[in-house]
């Protein structure tokens, strides 16, 4: 079965600085998806960016890179440049080919301080 | 216009109301999703619909019924519900279901209180 965990129910970043919202996974199956949704007070989750599991670089979508760490099973969100923006509820999920429903993590409540 | 709209944005209702939840995406997707969101809780999926079939029931209780009349609407019929259904009801649609890279794209959720 396929599993997500997020250790940090919230961290808190000074503007303009980065932050690393941390993601390991657990799953048997070779062929997965790692994906990371950014879910502000409005409710709506935002879809930020796409790691497949044989992809051979990292992702990167503008500020957000995702550092891909295949042996350890760690999907870890990097924002460069915090902006206030930023504040809200990070999740981490995972597809595998087994089933190809989302699996998601808990949340990290991130704070962009001023 | 947003790709995924959810009306009504918050509702109310009683245990023994009717009521209902519509989703409607405007992103030619093929597939459609609807999630539960508790306090402190994962998101938990509740059913999936590719092509207008209903793909997954994750064990939902019959008082929720959902209805896919076309690839581009999806409603969650609600009936005799419980306190404990209140929640975040988020839908989400995707290109196509069953592959590992398909992204969902999600509105903004109905948060729901049953009295």
């Known amino acids: 079965a396929q599993k997500i965990t997020q250790t940090q129910p919230g961290m808190f970043v000074q503007e303009k600085e980065a932050v690393t919202l941390d993601c390991t996974y657990d799953?048997?199956?070779?062929?997965?998806?790692l994906f990371w949704y950014k879910q502000p007070s409005s409710g709506e989750m935002i879809f930020l960016i796409y790691q497949g599991s044989y992809d051979q670089q990292n992702a990167t979508e503008g500020r957000y890179s995702l550092n891909f760490q295949k042996a350890r099973k760690s999907a870890n969100l990097v924002i460069s440049a915090s902006q206030l923006g930023d504040s809200a509820m990070y999740f981490c999920?995972?597809?595998?080919?087994?089933?190809?429903?989302?699996?998601f993590g808990t949340g990290t409540r991130l704070k962009v301080l001023a | 216009e947003t790709g995924v709209t959810q009306t009504p944005r918050h509702l109310v209702m009683g245990m023994t109301n009717k009521k209902s939840l519509k989703c409607e995406q405007h992103?030619?997707?093929?597939?459609m999703y609807w999630y539960k969101q508790s306090a402190k809780k994962p998101l938990e999926l509740m059913f999936v619909y590719n092509f207008k079939e209903q793909t997954e029931n994750n064990s939902v209780p019959s008082r929720f019924s959902p209805e896919c009349p076309n690839s581009s609407h999806l409603f969650l019929h609600l009936h005799t519900l419980q306190p404990e259904d209140s929640a975040l009801y988020l839908c989400a649609s995707s290109q196509d279901f069953g592959t590992t890279g398909n992204i969902q794209y999600f509105g903004a959720g109905t948060r729901l209180s049953v009295l």
């Open positions: 992103l030619g997707h093929n597939a």
């Open positions: 799953t048997s199956d070779p062929s997965y998806g």
């Open positions: 999920a995972m597809t595998a080919s087994g089933t190809y429903k989302y699996i």
